[in-house]
């Protein structure tokens, strides 16, 4: 069992950027799908990026071309890197491992505890 906690959340500026971290403990996260979704105040959790074991990313349309998600496995820790914020990015970051590809949230089975990333106008 993966256990993941997130860090690197704060209070931004529009434009600015972020690096959310997610660190995992137990199995490598290269032998995982990992995830990162997130969910503002009154709404539901969405799907913003993954990486799979072969590193193959995919992203959400909100996210190309903004955010970037990668894999240290020395440090056995994504990273998710967040340019040119908007104050929409506004939420609680959260990751999480699957043992499959996905883009819901029900496909997913760790998460971590979520980062709040606040992005001020």
């Known amino acids: 069992q993966v256990q993941l906690g997130e860090s690197g959340g704060g209070l931004v500026q529009a434009g600015g950027s972020l690096r959310l971290s997610c660190a995992a403990s137990?199995?490598?996260?290269?032998?995982?799908?990992i995830g990162w979704f997130r969910q503002a105040p009154g709404k539901e959790r969405e799907f913003v990026a993954a990486?799979?074991?072969?590193?193959?990313?995919y992203s959400a349309d909100s996210a190309k071309g903004r955010f970037t998600i990668s894999r240290d496995n020395a440090k056995n820790t994504v990273f998710l890197q967040m340019n040119s914020l908007k104050p929409e990015d506004t939420a609680v970051y959260y990751c999480?491992?699957?043992?499959?590809?996905?883009?819901?949230?029900?496909?997913?089975?760790?998460w971590g505890q979520g980062t709040l990333v606040t992005v001020s106008t």
């Open positions: 137990g199995p490598t996260v290269s032998t995982y799908f």
């Open positions: 999480a491992s699957a043992s499959r590809p996905g883009v819901a949230a029900v496909d997913y089975d760790y």
């Open positions: 990486i799979g074991r072969n590193s193959f990313t």
